[in-house]
């Protein structure tokens, strides 16, 4: 079947600090990745994506690639601000699994002054 | 277009009683997500509709649980007999058709049983 492991939470990094969250997944067969973030009292929000293996997903300094002989997609910036505070879920849509999304758990970052 | 829409945003009920909420999913998709969140956790699939047809439902959706997209466009999610347990965050996403493209979530529902 189809699931994602995430990194456990919470994260706490001081700003300009270098941030990985860790993404595993197991699917039926050839997925596509996601990152959404969740940022206080919003809504779940796209960050990136990647649909075929060694693709690199990128948005607003945030990288992930997607590497199949490991089956992961973590996540990573170079130098958080306050403002990347939130909750971070890895996700996976694999048609041959059906048509839903499979969310991780979610990992929470605070980014500290 | 300003994306999925949800309302009401919160709804607070007592135990037993009848709720209904609604999605308005972005005007050009045709697919139509249901998940619930619990604090802490990650959003659970609970139903999909491809334009009115209902596709796929979760183990985990009660008979108390229905889903509506009668015309292809706005969906209802009902719950019947409301338990404590139900209390969570209800979502819901939209996305096209084609294969590898993402959802679209709207702001969510919060639903508190008392």
């Known amino acids: 079947g189809n699931s994602v492991t995430q990194m456990e939470g919470p994260v706490t990094l001081s700003e300009e600090a270098f941030l990985t969250i860790n993404c595993t997944y197991t699917?039926?067969?050839?997925?596509?990745l996601f990152w959404y973030v969740q940022y206080p009292g919003e809504g779940l929000q796209l960050l990136l994506k990647a649909t075929k293996a060694d693709d690199k997903g990128s948005n607003k300094g945030f990288e992930a690639t997607y590497r199949k002989e490991t089956t992961s997609f973590h996540l990573e910036k170079g130098s958080v601000q306050v403002s990347d505070s939130a909750v971070y879920f890895c996700?996976?849509?694999?048609?041959?699994?059906?048509?839903?999304?499979?969310f991780g758990t979610g990992t929470s970052l605070t980014v500290i002054p | 277009d300003t994306g999925v829409s949800q309302d009401p945003r919160h709804k607070i009920t007592k135990r037993g009683q009848n709720v209904t909420f609604r999605c308005d999913p972005i005007?050009?998709?045709?697919?139509l997500y249901w998940y619930r969140q619990t604090l802490g956790q990650g959003p659970e699939f609970l139903t999909y509709?491809?334009?009115?047809?209902?596709?796929?439902k979760s183990r985990l959706l009660s008979d108390r649980f229905s889903a509506e997209r009668p015309k292809g466009s706005f969906s209802t999610l009902e719950i019947q007999r409301t338990e404590q347990g139900d209390s969570a965050m209800y979502l819901c996403?939209?996305?096209?058709?084609?294969?590898?493209?993402?959802?679209?979530f709207g702001q969510g529902t919060r639903l508190t049983v008392v």
């Open positions: 996700a996976l849509s694999d048609r041959a699994g059906g048509n839903q999304f499979y």
């Open positions: 005007s050009e998709h045709n697919r």
């Open positions: 509709f491809q334009n009115e047809a209902q596709l796929e």
């Open positions: 699917a039926t067969g050839y997925p596509s």
């Open positions: 996403a939209s996305s096209l058709e084609a294969v590898m493209t993402e959802a679209f």
